[in-house]
Nanobody
Framework: QLQASGGGLVQTGGSLRLSCSAP????????IGWFRQAPGKEREPVSC????????YYTNSVKGRFTISSDNAKSTVSLQMTYLKPEDTAIYYC?????????????????????WGRGSQVTVSS
């Protein structure tokens, strides 16, 4: 299971950087994504990256504000979040699946994930 860290409390317009660690996992041909779940809402995809070609996907609400990146050598994926809004408040999770590309994984594949690791709380105050 992947573990997310780096969340916290920030004001509107602030920034946070989330990290996803995958000890022992070799990032060959993986799609790795960030997903979030706000109170009372369903989990939703935020951003995904393909480790083989670096292809990325962003949901519309975070385009231009969030940046996903991977360090294959360290088996980590980061999500740099800027210009945060109160509606970004949620628990953020990371997950991965081999053999998928980022777009398909974020749009469909993530729903097959049966185990979710520890998430990281992001709270944006207005």
């Amino acid at each position: 299971q992947l573990q997310a860290s780096g969340g916290g409390l920030v004001q509107t317009g602030g920034s946070l950087r989330l990290s996803c660690s995958a000890p022992g996992l070799t990032f060959d041909d993986y799609a790795i994504g960030w997903f979030r779940q706000a109170p009372g809402k369903e989990r939703e995809p935020v951003s995904c990256i393909s480790t083989d070609d670096g292809g990325t996907y962003y949901t519309n609400s975070v385009k231009g504000r969030f940046t996903i990146s991977s360090d294959n050598a360290k088996s980590t994926v980061s999500l740099q979040m800027t210009y945060l809004k109160p509606e970004d408040t949620a628990i953020y999770y990371c997950a991965a699946e081999s053999g998928y590309q980022s777009t398909w994984y974020c749009q469909n594949g993530w729903r097959l994930n049966k185990k979710w690791g520890r998430g990281s709380q992001v709270t944006v105050s207005s």
